[in-house]
């Protein structure tokens, strides 16, 4: 039967696998942190519309490449990079602006808001 050293030498992983140390990094990080985030974002969609929450969701790689130019020494972005950033915080822009709390639907101030009790009534 192959061990764990020899399973990973053939899959050549760090040094730090080799011993199992790794495999309980991965498994804290999964159960520890990636649990916290779960949680914490299922209670903040809870508290905003679907739309907001999209906007938000929609930033992702916006964040995600701004912390990797902080927190990594070395880490440049090319042009695109800027670019397609750029793109995603003007389109999330414009979807903050249409939904505008709302939840996405149309203010129209001269519509009425009526239940599904009154609508089959009518």
Same mark, same amino acid.
Not at 20 to 27: D, E, F, P
Not at 93 to 117: F, L, Q, T, W, Y
């Given at each position: 039967?192959?061990?764990?050293?020899?399973?990973?030498?053939?899959?050549?992983?760090?040094?730090?696998?080799?011993?199992? #140390?790794?495999?309980?990094?991965? &498994?804290?990080?999964?159960?520890?942190?990636?649990?916290?985030?779960?949680?914490? !974002? *299922?209670?903040? !969609?809870?508290?905003?519309? *679907? *739309?907001? *929450? !999209?906007?938000?969701?929609?930033?992702?790689?916006?964040?995600?490449?701004?912390?990797?130019?902080?927190?990594?020494?070395?880490?440049?972005?090319?042009?695109?990079?800027?670019?397609?950033?750029? &793109?995603?915080?003007? $389109? $999330?822009?414009?979807?903050?602006?249409?939904?505008?709390?709302?939840?996405?639907?149309?203010?129209?101030?001269?519509? #009425?808001?009526?239940?599904?009790? !009154?609508?089959?009534?009518?």
């Amino acid at each position: 039967m192959p061990t764990v050293a020899s399973a990973a030498e053939a899959a050549q992983l760090p040094e730090t696998f080799r011993h199992g #140390k790794g495999l309980l990094i991965l &498994v804290y990080s999964a159960l520890g942190p990636g649990a916290l985030a779960a949680v914490m !974002q *299922a209670q903040g !969609q809870s508290t905003v519309s *679907a *739309a907001q *929450a !999209q906007v938000f969701h929609s930033l992702t790689p916006v964040w995600a490449a701004s912390m990797a130019l902080l927190l990594l020494q070395g880490e440049e972005m090319g042009p695109l990079a800027w670019v397609g950033g750029g &793109v995603i915080v003007y $389109c $999330c822009s414009i979807g903050a602006a249409i939904s505008n709390g709302s939840g996405g639907r149309v203010n129209d101030p001269g519509s #009425k808001v009526v239940s599904s009790e !009154q609508w089959e009534g009518e």
